[in-house]
């Protein structure tokens, strides 16, 4: 029994490191799209932008240089690092539970 448990809580880690690395290829596409000029109105940069907002919304305006490109390399950007680091302690905490 004890061997699924742990199996379970390895899964659960490893769901939980995915998610925090879609999170961060969501932000820094985003970022990638601004700089790179993308048609803000293709379809995908619309969705990648509505769901980086979402993610970055503690960030976004954090920072104020007076360049929109820096501005969002920063603020999206430090959102990305947020949810790598957040994921990756949540996914060791499960992988070590037990």
């Known amino acids: 029994m004890a061997t699924y448990v742990r199996g379970g809580r390895a899964t659960a880690g490893t769901v939980v ?3 925090g690395t879609i999170i961060a290829v969501i932000l820094v596409a985003h970022i990638l799209f601004g700089l790179l ?8 940069v ?6 980086a907002d979402v993610l970055a919304i503690w960030f976004r305006g954090l920072f104020a240089t007076g360049s929109d490109a820096l501005n969002v ?22 992988y070590r539970a037990g």
């Open 46 to 51: 619309v969705f990648v932008a509505q769901w």
């Open 17 to 19: 490191r995915v998610i």
């Open 73 to 94: 390399i920063l603020n999206y950007g430090l959102a990305a690092v947020f949810w790598l680091v957040v994921t990756g302690l949540i996914a060791r905490v499960l």
């Open 37 to 44: 000029g993308a048609n803000p109105n293709n379809p995908l």
